[in-house]
């Protein structure tokens, strides 16, 4: 499982024209992909990383979304496994289909909520619209 984690001031996806889901405020916007060989214990740990990493300026010092209680927009991203190494035209042969991305991406959803956060979603399989507001920048790059 990969995921792209930017903090943002804030973010919005959008579907035919219709806001889904927005973050008014900063949190953090996860894009996350899911290849073959990935299950359910891969999605927990992302859900793990995601809302545990130490991203923002906190009280103490370095602290993290958990920490202060801020939201997360996970958006599914198929494209995150994107092959360019051969030619002009992305492979998209490592992405994981529809019926093995989709439970998965939900898990790491359930995952967070679980943990106490606030998520919001965009739609899976949908063109989106993502617009966010990128803070510092930071922007990770995570592998499970």
């Known amino acids: ?76 991203e198929f494209t995150l496994y994107g092959q360019t190494d051969k030619g002009r035209r992305p492979s998209w042969s490592a992405a994981a289909p529809s019926p093995v991305a989709e439970p998965l991406v939900h898990r790491v959803v359930e995952a967070l909520q679980v943990a106490g956060a606030v998520v919001s979603t965009g739609r899976f399989g949908a063109h989106m619209q993502v617009e966010l507001v990128n803070d510092g920048p930071v922007t990770l790059v995570l592998e499970t």
């Open 1 to 76: 499982m990969r995921a792209v984690l930017q903090r943002v001031a804030r973010a919005a996806v959008r579907v035919d024209g219709e806001t889904v889901a927005t973050l008014d405020g900063p949190g953090l916007l996860a894009l996350v992909g899911v290849t073959h060989d990935d299950g359910p214990a891969q999605a927990d740990r992302m859900a793990a990383k995601i809302f545990g990493l130490r991203v923002f300026d906190g009280p103490a010092g370095q602290a993290s979304a958990c920490d202060l209680g801020l939201p997360v927009l996970v958006v599914s």
